[in-house]
């Protein structure tokens, strides 16, 4: 089955640095790519759609300013994180599906964020 | 904006019982979808439904999507502790579209 995988799988950063998160499509080529965020007991937000070689489509409430999102090639989707606070602190997912068409949409393994 | 609600938010159960897990749409549902995830980790794709009065199967799971379509469950039968996860309804949110929105989950402990 198609594989995505995420980097880095965790990471820690000081308040007021920015990290960057990736998520590539190892097997096919995606068009488009979810970004997800998970609080503990919550279920997954979807935060914007990433669209291979325009700008990102952010859902309500999702600072644009803050999550910049860049779809830079068919695999890769990156995310940033813009001066992380620690209410930033949380579970990151991506998801792509493939253009070939059928309804599967495949999850990275995602990545905690911590920021102290 | 389409809500899903998950019961129960937790289970668990002695291995070998069966259990069923619902989700329920507050709007009609266009496609749902079942997944597991094993705490702080990805999701694992199980089921899709689109028709009411749809049912597949997946090894020991069942997955039903009711004929108006607002309402899933999901049966697994014969528990295992391998079955133990976080299990995710997920929906799109208009007929076709790619966005999902999800449920909170609902936490299984499968004890042997």
């Known amino acids: 089955g198609a594989v995505v995988s995420q980097h880095p799988s965790r990471v820690i950063c000081k308040s007021g640095t920015s990290v960057k998160i990736e998520c590539r499509s190892l097997?096919?080529?995606?068009?488009?790519m979810f970004w997800y965020r998970q609080f503990p007991k919550q279920s997954l937000m979807l935060m914007a759609t990433?669209?291979?070689?325009?700008?990102?489509?952010?859902e309500q409430g999702v600072e644009k300013d803050k999550f910049l999102i860049n779809h830079a090639s068919l695999t890769l989707s990156t995310l940033t994180v813009t001066s992380a606070h620690p209410e930033d602190s949380s579970f990151y997912i991506c998801?792509?599906?493939?253009?070939?068409?059928?309804?599967?949409?495949?999850f990275g393994p995602g990545t905690r964020l911590t920021v102290l | 904006s389409q809500e899903l609600e998950q019961s129960p938010q937790s289970l668990i159960v002695q291995e070998g019982k069966n259990l069923t897990i619902n989700c329920t749409s507050s709007?009609?549902?266009?496609?749902l979808y079942w997944y597991k995830q094993k705490y702080g980790e990805g999701l694992i794709f199980l089921m899709m439904?689109?028709?009411?009065?749809e049912e597949k199967s997946h090894e020991k799971i069942t997955a039903k999507l009711d004929e108006k379509k607002q309402q899933s469950s999901l049966h697994i039968t014969a528990s295992q502790p391998s079955h133990a996860g976080i299990y995710l309804c997920?929906?799109?949110?208009?007929?076709?579209?790619?966005?999902?929105?999800f449920g909170k989950g609902t936490k299984l402990t499968v004890n042997p």
């Open positions: 097997d096919f080529q995606a068009t488009t």
């Open positions: 709007k009609t549902l266009y496609g």
């Open positions: 998801s792509a599906k493939p253009p070939t068409g059928g309804y599967e949409q495949f």
């Open positions: 990433s669209n291979e070689g325009s700008k990102a489509t952010y």
């Open positions: 997920g929906a799109e949110t208009q007929g076709g579209s790619e966005k999902l929105v």
């Open positions: 439904l689109q028709k009411g009065g």
